[in-house]
Structure formats: C-alpha cells, structure tokens
C-alpha cells in the first residue's frame, strides 16, 4: 500500500475541472475500459506469477508444519505464522494493486478503501513483526542456549505470535484514519481510495511511522541479531582450528560456558578435528544471514522511502509518466519479499525440502500420509545441519 491513489491508468485523465481541455471525441467510457496491452500484459503475467508463487510456497510452508508433527519445532512455528501473513499479503494485496493500476475508479465504496487498507497493512505489519522476532529467537538459539531453554519453549512461543498477531492489528489502525474515500470531477464522476490530502501533517506522520515500524526497527533487530550469529560461526570454527584433540576441545567448553558454540540447544558437540566442509558450511550460513537482511531492506526500503517522498511532495501522488512503472516495481517488490521467504526460510532446510516431497508425492498417491520409511527419515533439527565434528545444529 503506499500513499499515490493508486487508480490512475496510463493516459488517464485527470478528474478536475480540466476535463474540458479534452479532445472534443474523447469517451470516457470507451477509454475506461481501453488499456495499452504492451502495458498491461507483462504486468499481468508478472504479477500472476507473484500470485502463484505465494500461493504455492506459503502454503507449503503451512501445510508442512500443520502435517508433519516433526517439523513442528519453534522456529517452524514463527514460519508458519510468517507464511500465514505472507499468503494475506499475496491474496489482498497483489490483485487489487493489480486492479488499480489499471482501473480509473474505485469501485468497493468507502467501507471497502478503509477496511482492505487496513487488513494490507495488518498483514505486511505481521510478516515483519514475524521476521524481526524469527532472528530474535534464533539469536537466543545461538547466543543464549542456556537461557533459551527457558524462553524459547513452545507455550512461549505461541504467546509471542499471539502477540505479535495483535500488535499487527493494533499497529495498523492509523491507517483507518489517512486513508479517505474520494470523489473526483466535475462532468465525470470517479473515486479514489487514497492517502487524505486534506491533512499532509497526518499523511506525513503516518508514512514516517510505518517507515520506521516496518524497516528501520526491523532492520537494526535483524542485523544485530544476525552479526552476532555470524560473528559466533566464525569464532568458534576458528577456535576449533587450534585444537588438535577432542579433549582440549572439552576443555576448552567447560571453561568458557557463555560461549557454548552454535548448538541450538548448547549441546557441547565439538569433538574431533576440524573439517575444510565445516569451514566451508559456516561461511554459508554467513552468507544467508546476510542475504536475509539484504532481501529484507531491498524488498521493502524502495516503496516505503517513495511513500515518505510522496507525502512531503517530493514525488507525485498520481501514477503518471514514470512514477507508473516505477511504483508498480516498488509494490512488486514488497510482495516479492512474501514470495522468497518460504524459499529462503524454508526450502533451504532439507527437513523442509523432504516434507514437501513427501506432502507432495502423498498427494499425487491419494494418501493421507507420507510412507513410513520416508517419514522415519525426517530430520528433528530445526535447519541446516553444520557438522562440525560430531553434529551441531544451527537455525536457518
């Protein structure tokens, strides 16, 4: 949702009082429903392919967690709340943004401008407010275990997103209130749902708010959470580097309890020597904590900065010349964001991966259940495994 009306097509006119410098042949109701299919048709299979996708990967995501009582560990459990909030996304915001870029009116009324913003904006709210607290317990994981076996439980767990679910819905009221339902014109009658211009100091506090509740906070949570984990990875494989027994390993464990490695639990599964394959997994889990971040802010830094430009007056509220392609990229953008995250949070992890062939094939067999085999052979980690001398395990 950003702050343009949204509603203008490409070459539209625009609903004031210069109507009249219209060409004396312009039908309003034939060019209201005429629209530039070199314009139209990439949108549409662009944003179609958005759709599915979401579709598709978040409800693999849920159905997996709901099916298979061994993928039911904390962190899946903020996945599928993740991957709740991304399908609304996916479902309410993606073809009615689709609709008003190329429609020339808005056609719900004023209780459907209000009420749609409003759950978008619960939705987007909730996926964030998912990702943020996601790092914040894998951190614990990592950082903590020790106190993690205490906070991060599944009671606790469930409390959090219950949280986090009504903060979404408590964080977005505002909303209600900058988002008017207009009518434009003189000769010809049209409405926009969009941002109240009536009130710029209400506008501009609302778009400086939601760039800080939805990037700026979420992204200093995410990135510190996730340097420390990787600063953690990195020192405890360079440490083990220097060992050249498991017993010095041991006893270097039971000296340092507050850095117990990167056992999710604390385990102390750090004996034997170290591996160029332990080294070489370390760094890529690096590497996805930071493409995590660096997903996050390019997904959803462009539409939420356009937004704040657009309420100071920098940038145009109405979708014409290049603000068209360039507002739908930003929007796309943003939805993309719900798209890769069952991809980078879910099917990077081969207990992810096996489910969904096994949810898969169970379909394609008519069953109801997985084979025994196949199930037996689910892992109980939460993620990525990093075999560094025996087993330890990471969240990812």
């Given at each position: 949702p950003d702050g343009s009306n949204g509603s203008?097509?490409?070459?539209?006119?625009?609903?004031?009082?210069?109507?009249?410098?219209?060409?004396?042949?312009?039908?309003?109701?034939?060019?209201?429903?005429?629209?530039?299919?070199?314009?139209?048709?990439?949108?549409?299979?662009?944003?179609?392919?958005?759709?599915?996708?979401?579709?598709?990967?978040?409800?693999?995501?849920?159905?997996?967690?709901?099916?298979?009582?061994?993928?039911?560990?904390?962190?899946?459990?903020?996945?599928?709340?993740?991957?709740?909030?991304?399908?609304?996304?996916?479902?309410?915001?993606?073809?009615?943004?689709?609709?008003?870029?190329?429609?020339?009116?808005?056609?719900?009324?004023?209780?459907?401008?209000?009420?749609?913003?409003?759950?978008?904006?619960?939705?987007?709210?909730?996926?964030?407010?998912?990702?943020?607290?996601?790092?914040?317990?894998?951190?614990?994981?990592?950082?903590?275990?020790?106190?993690?076996?205490?906070?991060?439980t599944f009671s606790q767990a469930r409390r959090v997103i219950i949280f986090i679910w009504l903060a979404a819905f408590l964080t977005a009221l505002p909303i209600i209130f900058v988002q008017v339902h207009v009518e434009m014109g003189l000769r010809r009658r049209a409405y926009w749902c969009m941002r109240d211009e009536a009130s710029p100091s209400a506008w501009r506090s609302f778009e400086i708010y939601m760039l800080i509740l939805v990037?700026?906070?979420?992204?200093?949570?995410?990135?510190?959470?996730?340097?420390?984990?990787?600063?953690?990875?990195?020192?405890?494989?360079?440490?083990?580097a220097h060992l050249t027994s498991g017993t010095a390993c041991t006893e270097m464990l039971e000296k340092t309890p507050g850095k117990p490695g990167f056992g999710v639990n604390g385990d102390k599964r750090f004996l034997g020597k170290p591996s160029r394959a332990d080294e070489d997994t370390v760094k890529q889990v690096i590497k996805m904590l930071i493409l995590v971040v660096s997903l996050f802010v390019l997904c959803w830094a462009p539409i939420l900065i356009l937004n704040v430009l657009t309420a100071f007056g920098s940038v145009s509220a109405l979708n014409y010349s290049y603000l068209k392609p360039l507002r739908t990229c930003f929007h796309l953008l943003s939805y993309l964001n719900s798209c890769v995250n069952p991809l980078v949070y879910g099917f990077m992890s081969r207990s992810f991966r096996v489910s969904f062939r096994d949810a898969i094939l169970g379909c394609l067999r008519q069953r109801g259940s997985p084979q025994r085999g196949t199930t037996l052979r689910l892992s109980r980690t939460r993620t990525t495994s990093l075999s560094l001398g025996r087993s330890a395990t990471y969240v990812t």
């Open positions: 203008l097509a490409p070459g539209a006119p625009l609903f004031t009082e210069d109507d009249d410098d219209l060409p004396e042949d312009y039908d309003y109701e034939e060019s209201a429903w005429h629209y530039d299919l070199a314009d139209l048709v990439p949108t549409a299979v662009v944003y179609g392919a958005t759709l599915l996708l979401g579709l598709v990967g978040n409800l693999l995501i849920v159905y997996t967690v709901a099916r298979f009582p061994r993928m039911r560990s904390i962190s899946n459990l903020f996945l599928a709340s993740l991957a709740s909030a991304d399908l609304l996304i996916v479902l309410l915001c993606v073809p009615v943004k689709f609709g008003q870029l190329f429609s020339y009116t808005w056609t719900l009324g004023e209780l459907g401008c209000k009420l749609l913003l409003y759950v978008q904006h619960v939705s987007m709210i909730c996926s964030v407010l998912n990702l943020t607290f996601l790092s914040i317990e894998r951190y614990y994981a990592v950082i903590h275990p020790v106190r993690s076996r205490y906070l991060c990037l700026c906070i979420p992204t200093l949570v995410m990135g510190y959470a996730y340097a420390k984990i990787c600063a953690q990875l990195w020192m405890v494989v360079r440490e083990r």
